[in-house]
């Protein structure tokens, strides 16, 4: 139990382009998902917390139009990363927490570079 | 708001031998510490959580042990195999907005030599 997918999993772009990353808790329903970003060997660095039916909440420094967050459903959030640049090149990941506990699954991560 | 301390930040023992990785949190509301191991290019994956309600936990070779008035958390892996290599993180939530969010160390990166 408790799996969460990713889609893609890995995806090159050009500059300027936006970028959708899926979101899915396969096996159950996810009421708040959050999103990270992990740079190469550092720690995982939560960007936004994603609740199903209201607006996501974006931590310090992260801009909300350039990371765009939609919760649609209890099994679905999606990131799309708006006008993509070079240094928003970097290891995405999702994770789901479960109903009523504070337990968060990760997903597969997805790989973006912009070139 | 949270902050967590993880130390130390690469670690080496050989097969067999026992491996401790430290935490410190700052905040003394939290009541909830995860642990996660991340193998290469893989998503973080839960090993093992403790609440504040207890003292030590332990899952086979692995336990974790909390000392709130400290506020340190510690995890323990005994009788190390390679297959232990990986990035070890902490966790501690940050409760904000309603939201149990975490805020993680900076991991530990173990190697197991056979």
């Known amino acids: 139990g408790a799996v969460v997918s990713q889609h893609p999993s890995r995806v090159i772009c050009k500059s300027g382009t936006s970028v959708k990353i899926e979101c899915r808790s396969l096996?159950?329903?996810?009421?708040?998902m959050f999103w990270y970003r992990q740079f190469p060997k550092q720690s995982l660095m939560l960007m936004a917390t994603s609740n199903e039916g209201s607006k996501a909440t974006y931590e310090q420094g992260v801009e909300k139009d350039k990371f765009l967050i939609n919760h649609a459903s209890l099994t679905l959030s999606t990131l799309t990363v708006t006008s993509a640049h070079p240094e928003d090149s970097s290891f995405y990941i999702c994770?789901?927490?479960?109903?009523?506990?504070?337990?968060?699954?990760f997903g597969p991560g997805t790989r973006l570079t912009v070139l | 708001g949270e902050n967590v301390e993880q130390h130390p930040s690469t670690l080496s023992v050989q097969e067999g031998d026992s491996a401790v990785i430290k935490c410190t949190y700052s905040d003394s509301a939290s009541n909830y510490f995860p642990w996660y191991k991340q193998e290469l290019g893989k998503r973080p994956q839960l090993i093992i959580d403790i609440r504040s309600n207890v003292g030590e936990k332990k899952d086979q070779r692995i336990a974790v042990t909390l000392n709130k008035t400290a506020k340190h958390f510690s995890l323990h892996i005994t009788e190390t195999q390679p297959e232990d290599s990986a990035v070890y993180f902490c966790a501690a939530p940050r409760i904000s907005g309603g939201y149990n969010k975490l805020i993680f160390g900076a991991g530990t990166r173990l190697a197991v030599h056979p």
């Open positions: 994770s789901a927490e479960g109903q009523g506990t504070d337990t968060q699954y």
């Open positions: 096996d159950f329903q996810a009421t708040t």
